[in-house]
């Protein structure tokens, strides 16, 4: 329904009233964050020496391999049978409340070389067990295993995760800065680790070793952080070594116990490893009917650690033409999308950089570093140093150069990324972060082309991580400075085992436009308030059921009412992996330039507001059955029309070769005259095929209607070593109308890594 009548203010003040409002509230959310933090611990506690943490009574001891380990997941060394065991794991989804009902067992050894781990995953029928496939980084909610968390500083804000499967299927992790804390997990990371597995009648056992270059560490550190959790889908259940409510992740970093040396790890010595590549290219361009190119690339990464804990990255001319594909999505958005960071040396650490800011206001993305239109630039050279200084202190510097394009008009760039974080509390943290994009003869005495950005984060979390928080202030310098080159942000939540309640506010400058950042929209005020509730049952059938109720509010610096959702949904969760859900609620926008919703440049709605209703529901299946699918609806109106989305998506697990996943989506938008009305179908079909853990072969194929293109990417990788692979890769873009071929490349890259 058009509104143009109407006019949503929600406040009236002068603008020095205004931003003395925003400016208050900044303060009392300060002030509310700090009274958090000093009402859960008493005064005298405040230091972390003096405060009692309830998991140092979880303890692992680690002792010196008397002999050599084989990895060959037997545990017939005369260690093992003398390292003590830890067992006892507690249940902790669907119920935190009772002991698991597997059982597991840890042991720990060293020697000069590595850390070893021996854990027992006992089972009455072992060989019954499920996983989707033998690659690399497989998924938790696809396949049994046990995973762990190994915080070598103990400061919880940085860890490596590891996992493997029955199988003998890994995947490696980083967490750090706040997604540390909230249990988020990179698994992007790469790195060089070990792991053999036997499958038996009434257990199934691994046997693990992870090289000290690996890790990251601070020397003569008794006791590390480390913690265990394993999922066993036939009980739908994961279980964890410590105990902890069902609200937070099992990777938490608040939870972790001890891994306690007999005699503590001292500087491993030289740690330097060379990664150099090979490459080769032949591409296509089909439109502009240009002859085929033959490229070769050689080129490399150097990582050397100037401490245990601090790592100094360094990449010559750097290719990422094995990086994965972008998923592709029908984006009916004013706004730019986010799409991840894909390239592996931008990954490790990314988190001092990349965190700073919320997921719509970063004054830092990798990805507008060597990348114009989602086509790569050429980077001659780039440094990174990065990591621990000690359990308080993290840094991050990393300084990038591109070269000019003609083609794509991309003049040279240097780009200046400097980032500082300091724990405060027991797990808060303050950060500071500088980042500088210099072009324009940056090496002369011209110099006047830049786009600066200097901000500092305080970053929140109670001793109990009931309460969490974040306040920043990003301010941006350029040469013609001018009004409102800032942004800010508070945010505060509460969450308990069955509450959760979130505010937050966000104000952005209306000439706030960080170069090297993501900031889609500028000139606004955000409003954000979040609440829901969830019971968990003992039940047979339900896991859990529980409702969310949150508005979305966008605001001009006048307080007039610019876009606003308002929603609610309620969802439940049963004992055999599959839920339900159904949602709905109001949209407002106000349209404050001529908007064509179809995406096609065709005739576009006035500037006007906007009022349309949105409802839907979904279904997703057991996880576990060898075919699974999910489906999911959003109905309603759409400004002056209807829009009509239908998603489906089935898979096929293969156990343990692979999996087979398709997924549907269609856009049905219906306008009268005399705008257009237009139908999207965005078609997205994958197949993983592994016969060996080191070797993987994946295709993936996508139909985007909206943007008339179909993309076919294939990828072979062979880890003929470790870390070390050789892959070729097929890429096909088509015009979906015609399917006359746009483009098409082969890429053959060889990948060696050398360790000292």
């Known amino acids: 329904m058009q509104l143009n009548d109407t006019r949503y203010t929600l406040l009236s003040h002068k603008q020095s009233?205004?931003?003395?409002?925003?400016?208050?509230?900044?303060?009392?959310?300060?002030?509310?964050?700090?009274?958090?933090?000093?009402?859960?611990?008493?005064?005298?506690?405040?230091?972390?020496?003096?405060?009692?943490?309830?998991?140092?009574?979880?303890?692992?001891?680690?002792?010196?391999?008397?002999?050599?380990?084989?990895?060959?997941?037997?545990?017939?060394?005369?260690?093992?049978?003398?390292?003590?065991?830890?067992?006892?794991?507690?249940?902790?989804?669907?119920?935190?409340?009772?002991?698991a009902k597997v059982k597991t067992e840890v042991r720990a050894l060293y020697d000069d070389k590595a850390i070893y781990l021996f854990i027992t995953c006992y089972d009455n029928n072992a060989h019954d067990y499920y996983t989707a496939s033998l690659r690399r980084d497989y998924s938790g909610n696809e396949s049994d295993g046990i995973t762990f968390v190994i915080d070598p500083i103990g400061a919880r804000n940085s860890a490596f995760v590891f996992g493997v499967t029955p199988v003998g299927a890994q995947r490696e992790g980083l967490m750090g800065g706040t997604s540390a804390f909230w249990g988020q997990i990179d698994w992007s990371w790469d790195n060089k680790w070990f792991a053999a597995t036997k499958v038996g009648t009434d257990r199934w056992t691994a046997e693990i070793a992870i090289p000290y270059s690996t890790l990251r560490f601070a020397p003569n550190v008794k006791e590390w952080?480390?913690?265990?959790?394993?999922?066993?889908?036939?009980?739908?259940?994961?279980?964890?070594?410590?105990?902890?409510?069902?609200?937070?992740?099992?990777?938490?970093?608040?939870?972790?116990?001890?891994?306690?040396?007999?005699?503590?790890?001292?500087?491993?010595?030289?740690?330097?490893?060379?990664?150099?590549?090979?490459?080769?290219?032949?591409?296509?361009?089909?439109?502009?009917?240009?002859?085929?190119?033959?490229?070769?690339?050689?080129?490399?990464?150097?990582?050397?650690?100037?401490?245990?804990?601090?790592?100094?990255?360094?990449?010559?001319?750097?290719?990422?033409?094995?990086?994965?594909?972008?998923?592709?999505?029908?984006?009916?958005?004013?706004?730019?999308?986010?799409?991840?960071?894909?390239?592996?040396?931008?990954?490790?650490?990314?988190?001092?950089?990349?965190?700073?800011?919320f997921s719509r206001i970063r004054p830092f993305f990798s990805r507008q570093i060597g990348l114009k239109n989602g086509r790569a630039l050429t980077i001659p050279f780039g440094v990174r140093l990065s990591g621990n200084v000690d359990e308080d202190w993290r840094v991050g510097l990393m300084n990038m150069t591109t070269s000019s394009n003609t083609e794509l008009n991309a003049s040279t760039q240097n780009y200046t990324v400097a980032a500082l974080q300091r724990r405060v509390f027991k797990q808060s943290n303050i950060g500071a972060i500088f980042v500088n994009r210099q072009g324009r003869d940056f090496g002369g005495v011209a110099g006047n082309d830049y786009n600066r950005t200097l901000g500092a984060d305080f970053n929140f979390f109670s001793d109990n991580n009931l309460w969490r928080g974040k306040l920043f202030y990003h301010q941006l310098f350029t040469p013609n400075n001018q009004p409102g080159q800032f942004a800010t942000a508070g945010w505060l939540g509460y969450n308990t085992q069955n509450l959760n309640l979130n505010w937050n506010h966000e104000y952005i400058g209306q000439n706030y436009n960080p170069e090297v950042g993501f900031v889609p929209r500028n000139d606004v005020i955000r409003i954000q308030p979040e609440g829901g509730y969830r019971w968990w049952t003992n039940g047979e059938t339900v896991v859990s059921h529980g409702f969310t109720i949150s508005e979305d509010a966008y605001l001009t610096r006048n307080f007039e009412l610019l876009d606003m959702n308002t929603y609610a949904n309620y969802e439940i969760g049963f004992t055999n992996t599959s839920a339900v859900w159904i949602w709905g609620g109001r949209s407002f926008t106000r349209l404050y330039f001529p908007f064509d919703v179809t995406g096609l440049g065709q005739t576009p709605l006035p500037i006007g507001n906007y009022e349309f209703w949105r409802y839907g529901f979904g279904y997703g299946s057991d996880r576990r059955k060898v075919v699974y699918f999910n489906v999911n609806t959003d109905l309603g109106s759409y400004f002056v029309g209807h829009n009509t989305v239908l998603s489906a998506s089935i898979g096929a697990r293969i156990q343990p070769l692979g999996t087979i996943d398709v997924s549907v989506e269609h856009t049905s938008i219906a306008m009268p005259a005399p705008y257009n009305s237009a139908d999207f179908t965005l078609v997205q079909a994958g197949i993983n095929f592994t016969p060996a853990t080191n070797l993987f072969f994946t295709t993936f194929f996508q139909y985007n209607g909206q943007a008339q293109n179909v993309n076919l990417n294939s990828r072979l990788q062979w880890r003929?070593?470790?870390?070390?692979?050789?892959?070729?890769?097929?890429?096909?873009?088509?015009?979906?109308?015609l399917f006359g071929i746009k483009n098409r490349g082969v890429v053959m890259k060889l990948v060696y890594w050398f360790n000292t």
Not at 332 to 352: A, G, H, V
Not at 720 to 737: E, G, K, R, W
Request: hydrophobic letters at 35%; aromatic letters at 12%.
């Open 225 to 357: 952080r480390i913690n265990f959790w394993r999922h066993s889908w036939k009980n739908n259940e994961s279980s964890t070594w410590t105990r902890f409510p069902v609200n937070f992740g099992e990777s938490s970093l608040a939870q972790p116990g001890v891994l306690e040396w007999d005699v503590p790890p001292g500087s491993t010595g030289l740690n330097l490893s060379v990664i150099p590549y090979l490459a080769g290219t032949m591409t296509k361009n089909y439109r502009n009917e240009t002859p085929t190119q033959f490229t070769g690339g050689v080129g490399g990464d150097l990582k050397y650690a100037v401490t245990s804990s601090l790592n100094l990255d360094v990449t010559v001319n750097p290719d990422f033409s094995n990086a994965d594909v972008d998923r592709q999505i029908t984006n009916l958005e004013r706004f730019s999308i986010f799409f991840p960071e894909r390239r592996q040396f931008f990954i490790e650490n990314s988190d001092l950089f990349s965190q700073f800011g």
């Open 17 to 99: 009233i205004r931003h003395h409002n925003i400016a208050v509230t900044f303060v009392l959310t300060l002030c509310t964050i700090l009274a958090m933090q000093w009402s859960v611990a008493p005064l005298s506690a405040q230091t972390k020496d003096a405060v009692t943490n309830p998991f140092d009574a979880y303890r692992l001891g680690i002792t010196r391999a008397e002999s050599e380990v084989r990895l060959d997941g037997i545990p017939d060394e005369q260690a093992w049978q003398k390292a003590k065991p830890i067992g006892d794991f507690s249940g902790h989804f669907p119920i935190d409340s009772l002991p």
């Open 720 to 737: 003929f070593a470790p870390m070390s692979d050789l892959f070729l890769v097929y890429t096909d873009n088509y015009n979906s109308n």
